[in-house]
């Protein structure tokens, strides 16, 4: 891996508040974040098949590390907050455990794992510290992948007026924007060389309290009891009953995986 040439201007790289940023979302995040497609985890598989043992960095609460396990990789998911642990720990399936650590000290052994997974945080991890801290943890003939979904706004009337609710309601999710604009290039960056990249999709099918549940788990979106969560709920409730169909709203996600050795080979 070698470091970015560039960052985006409104990249956040970790420290106590972004490490932070998710301790009162962690419940939301692990009942109604979307998982990842069969597509993906082929795709891992056929770079480094399991059995093998598997680092999921930034783990979150723990949705692509419990997929990994389940696909048979020994996992440990090194994850820094408090919160986001506990879910993973709440939700334990044979395989995997669970360590704290960050992307840029994980605190795992020298030369210990043969597959790195960093799923919707790459744009939390630092472009130098990260990979130095991944080619130390890494076998000879590690691959890493950095994974995430992303969010289809053109793809139907109800993305678009999704965008448009988040553009209006949440202030903060045009901040946020800078961080996601480059993220194809950040996570390219991370790897030497051409790294393999692959988009599967995974629309899902969503009742109301889905909806919602994925919105309240959305660190730009205001909480309960902050200003303007019952305007976000309010329009959200609106746009939802507008676009549904038998109760249901189709959220276009396509899942982006990028592939690559973690060394120049």
């Known amino acids: 891996m070698t470091s970015p040439n560039t960052t985006s201007p409104n990249m956040t790289f970790p ?3 972004s490490t932070a940023l998710f301790s009162d979302r962690s419940h939301h995040y692990a009942r109604y974040r979307p998982s990842y497609p069969a597509a993906t985890l082929d795709l891992l598989r056929q770079h480094v098949p399991a059995p ?12 692509l590390s419990r997929a990994l396990a389940a696909a048979g990789y020994r996992t440990v998911a090194v994850e820094p907050n408090r ?18 650590g960050t992307g840029e000290s994980t605190g795992l052994p020298d ?19 990260a990979p130095a801290e991944f080619r130390r943890i890494a076998r000879p003939g ?22 448009a609710m988040l ?17 194809r290039e950040q996570a390219r960056a991370f790897f030497p060389g051409t790294p393999v990249e692959e988009a599967a999709d995974n629309t899902r099918r ?14 730009y979106v205001p909480r309960p009891g902050d200003e303007g969560h019952d305007a976000v709920d309010a329009a959200a409730r609106r746009l939802f009953a507008t676009h549904q169909r038998a109760g249901r709203i189709d959220f276009v996600l396509s899942t982006i995986a990028v592939v690559g050795p973690v060394g120049e080979e």
Not at 52 to 63: H, W
Not at 84 to 100: D, N, Q
Not at 147 to 162: K, S
Not at 169 to 180: E, I, V
């Open 167 to 183: 553009t209006e309601y949440a202030p903060a999710y045009g901040r946020m924007k800078g961080a996601w604009a480059g993220l």
């Open 206 to 219: 969503w009742d109301l309290e889905t909806l919602l549940g994925n919105l309240w788990s959305l660190s």
């Open 142 to 163: 590690c691959r890493a992948a950095v994974v995430w979904n992303t969010r289809d706004f053109t793809a139907t009337p109800f993305m678009r007026d999704y965008l």
């Open 83 to 100: 919160a986001m642990r506990a879910e993973i720990e709440a939700g334990a399936v044979p395989g995997l455990r669970v360590v704290e």
């Open 15 to 17: 420290n106590a508040a």
């Open 111 to 129: 030369g210990s794992v043969d597959l790195i997974t960093v799923a919707q945080a790459v744009h939390w991890l630092d472009p130098v510290a």
């Open 52 to 63: 093998a043992d598997a680092a999921d960095v930034a783990a979150g609460t723990g949705i």
